[in-house]
């Protein structure tokens, strides 16, 4: 059996730029930023950010693209995928890696009843507001003893 399946939550690094291909259907293609908190062994915090190109087709495209802003929190789930051409310029063969998003959930705006530790909602509606605060997460600053875990 195998398995090509994404799911990160992140904020958008830039606004997301809509095309079309040629038959007329939409793209979306925008990066998330994904953070990671660890404590290393010495106890101190550490932090690291990792980036994501992401892709989005169809009518999910149009909707990311009308109603996300850089800053933006989402959830996106999809696949990776990787492909590459030939530069035109230089003739050497070029790379690239993305999420193709099967699926997007919008973020907690900044003024939603939602607080920092709430689940990312779909949006049904228009924008509210054009000025976005970006929730963050708050990591438990003790060790998780593995004796405590229920299972």
């Known amino acids: 059996m195998y398995l090509n399946k994404a799911i990160i939550i992140g904020n958008l690094t830039r606004d997301p730029e809509i095309r ?8 979306c293609s925008f990066s998330v930023a994904t953070n990671r908190v660890w404590k290393d062994k010495a106890g101190a915090r550490q932090e690291s950010t990792d980036y994501h190109n992401i892709v989005v087709f169809g ?3 149009e909707t990311v693209g009308q109603y996300m802003k850089k800053g933006s929190s989402i959830l996106i ?8 051409w030939e530069d035109k310029n230089s003739g050497e063969k070029k790379y690239r890696t993305e999420i ?6 919008f973020g907690p705006k900044g003024n939603s009843a939602g607080g920092a530790g709430s689940t990312p909602s779909k949006v049904e509606g228009g924008s ?13 600053e003790e060790d998780i003893n593995p004796e405590d875990i229920p299972f």
């Not at 193709?100 to 959930?105: C, G, I, L, N, Y």
């Open 20 to 27: 079309s291909l040629p038959n007329g259907t939409k793209v």
């Open 59 to 61: 009518r999910q495209a």
């Open 77 to 84: 789930e999809g696949r990776m995928q990787t492909r590459s």
């Open 100 to 105: 193709v998003a099967d699926r997007t959930q």
């Open 128 to 140: 509210k507001s054009n000025k976005e605060e970006v929730d963050t997460i708050e990591y438990p």
